[in-house]
């Protein structure tokens, strides 16, 4: 099973998850489609990125996930891969975490708060 970690961002009181793993391997579970399919999310236009430009200059990509409870972003780079969501944070955090839980793939790995502050 991979691992992941609720915790707050850099010097942020908004919580967002990160994945502990090679998460582009190719065994490596697919985080997009489980919370597509859990949440019965889809995908949505970002507000004020154009994620193409972004991905083909820096091998980050960046998706913009629309549910009934929020939206949230994906951020998958070279040398991670995060979730956030910036409106209905503590919400949109907890859903994830739970579809994750379900579906068998991560187990949650605790995180000390005080080194994020």
């Not at 391997?25 to 489980?34: A, F, L, R, T, V």
């Not at 154009?50 to 990509?61: H, M």
């Not at 991560?106 to 502050?117: I, M, N, P, Q, V």
Request: hydrophobic share 40%; charged share 25%.
């Amino acid at each position: 099973m991979e691992k992941f970690r609720v915790r707050p961002g850099h010097k942020s009181t908004e919580l967002l998850i990160e994945f502990w793993g090679d998460h582009r391997s190719e065994g490596y579970p697919n985080i997009q489609k489980i919370l597509e399919v859990g949440l019965s999310a889809k995908p949505k236009k970002h507000p004020s990125l154009d994620v193409v430009s972004i991905g083909l200059a820096t091998d980050e990509f960046i998706s913009f996930w629309e549910y009934p409870n929020g939206v949230y972003e994906l951020d998958d780079d070279i040398w991670a891969y995060f979730i956030m969501a910036a409106n209905n944070n503590a919400q949109v955090i907890s859903d994830i975490e739970q579809v994750l839980l379900k579906s068998g793939e991560f187990l949650k790995e605790e995180a000390d708060f005080s080194k994020y502050t």
